[in-house]
C-alpha cells in the first residue's frame, strides 16, 4: 500500500521510558478491552508471547501527542499478550522500531499505515511487520482523522503480530536475517547499527 505522506524519523529515548511506565501501569490495571474495529475483532484471540522481552527504541510519524497516545496503548496491548517491555540496556531480546503514516491509499480513501521493524542482539533485520486501515478523513489533512480508538487498534494489530513472531521465535530461538522491505523514498533512516540516543 501507498500513502501520501512521508515517514519521518523521530529516535527518541522518551518513547522507551514512556513505554516502560506505561506497560507497568497497564499490568497493575489489569485492562482487558481493546479496539474491535480497523480489523481487529473482538472475538479474535490474543497471541501471547511470554518470555521474550523486547525494548522499543523509537517511533516515528505524527505529532508528539498522538505518538504518546499511541505508545500507551501499545503498552497496554503488549501487557495483555504478556510480552515484556524492558529498557534498551536491560538486554531484551529483540528492539523494535515503529513508524506511522497517515495519507490517501490506492483507492484515494484515507488509511493509516505503520511498520514495524524488528531486530535480534546483534542489530540483524528479524521481521518486519507492515499494515494499514482505513479511517476517516480528508486526503489533504489525513492526520486529521487519526483518533484515539485508531491509535488503539493499531496498537492491537501490531502486537497482535509483533507477538505472534516472538512466540513462533522463542526465547532462545535464533533470529533470521531477512531483506528489508523498500521503504519510502523520501524517507531518511539512519544505519541500524549504532545506539539510540537518549535524552
Known amino acids: 500500500?501507498?500513502?501520501?505522506?512521508?515517514?519521518?524519523?523521530?529516535?527518541?529515548?522518551?518513547?522507551?521510558?514512556?513505554?516502560?511506565?506505561?506497560a507497568a501501569a497497564a499490568a497493575l490495571a489489569a485492562c482487558n478491552e481493546?479496539?474491535?474495529?480497523f480489523g481487529l475483532a473482538a472475538s479474535q484471540p490474543k497471541v501471547m508471547a511470554p518470555g521474550v522481552p523486547i525494548s522499543v527504541e523509537s517511533l516515528s510519524g505524527g505529532s508528539e501527542a498522538m505518538r504518546t497516545?499511541?505508545?500507551?496503548?501499545?503498552?497496554?496491548?503488549?501487557?495483555?499478550?504478556?510480552?515484556?517491555?524492558?529498557?534498551?540496556?536491560?538486554?531484551?531480546?529483540?528492539?523494535?522500531r515503529g513508524y506511522l503514516d497517515a495519507g490517501p491509499n490506492?483507492?484515494?480513501?484515507?488509511?493509516?499505515?505503520?511498520?514495524?521493524?524488528?531486530?535480534?542482539?546483534?542489530?540483524?533485520?528479524?521481521?518486519?511487520?507492515?499494515?494499514?486501515?482505513?479511517?476517516?478523513?480528508?486526503?489533504?489533512?489525513?492526520?486529521?482523522g487519526v483518533d484515539d480508538k485508531a491509535l488503539q487498534a493499531i496498537a492491537a494489530r501490531?502486537?497482535?503480530?509483533?507477538a505472534g513472531f516472538l512466540a513462533a521465535a522463542g526465547p532462545s530461538a535464533r533470529a533470521v536475517k531477512t531483506a528489508a522491505a523498500p521503504k519510502p523514498a523520501t524517507t531518511a533512516a539512519k544505519p541500524m547499527a549504532y545506539a539510540p540516543v537518549e535524552d
Open 34 to 37: 481493546t479496539a474491535s474495529d
Open 158 to 162: 501490531s502486537m497482535n503480530e509483533i
Open 69 to 96: 497516545t499511541f505508545a500507551g496503548a501499545l503498552s497496554q496491548e503488549a501487557s495483555q499478550r504478556q510480552i515484556e517491555i524492558v529498557a534498551a540496556g536491560s538486554a531484551p531480546r529483540y528492539r523494535i
Open 1 to 22: 500500500m501507498r500513502t501520501g505522506s512521508r515517514f519521518g524519523r523521530i529516535a527518541s529515548g522518551r518513547v522507551g521510558r514512556f513505554l516502560l511506565v506505561c
Open 106 to 144: 490506492d483507492e484515494g480513501k484515507v488509511a493509516l499505515a505503520y511498520i514495524w521493524d524488528v531486530y535480534d542482539t546483534k542489530l540483524n533485520q528479524a521481521r518486519r511487520v507492515e499494515g494499514a486501515a482505513e479511517i476517516g478523513g480528508s486526503p489533504s489533512d489525513p492526520w486529521a
